[in-house]
């Protein structure tokens, strides 16, 4: 059986962290099949590529899903996922002077279109 293969595209971050962060612990638990995962991040969802800034995301209620953060840390450090920030929303986002996250790098959007030829999108 072929290897699955899955976008993430995050449009959201401060505006809806509940979202995100159910949208990681899923690609989280997808990766954990060894199913392949990786993220374009735009709109709002650009900001998560920016080193430090998912820690500031405190919504939680007890017992909820893990913080964001930490999700991002798992799918980094434990799976390897590469995250992709639009390029047009870099500027938007005064992204292009800030430190990213480690595995995350600038694509146009030219790039997600790629990679939706040759794998399943999922929209948050």
Known sequence: MEKKK?????????DRP????????LAANMRAF??????FLMDNGALLGKKGFA?????QKKDEFSPVHQLINTLIDDFDCKFYICASCV???????AEL????????GSYLGEML??????TF
């Open 101 to 108: 996250l480690r595995n995350t790098s600038v694509k146009p």
């Open 18 to 25: 509940d979202l995100v962060a159910g949208a990681f612990q």
């Open 91 to 97: 500027k938007h986002y005064d992204l292009d002077n």
């Open 6 to 14: 899955f976008v993430f595209i995050i449009t959201h971050s401060f």
């Open 117 to 122: 030829m040759e794998r399943q999108a999922l």
């Open 55 to 59: 820690e500031s995301l405190t919504w």
């Open 34 to 39: 060894d199913t392949e995962v990786d993220f």
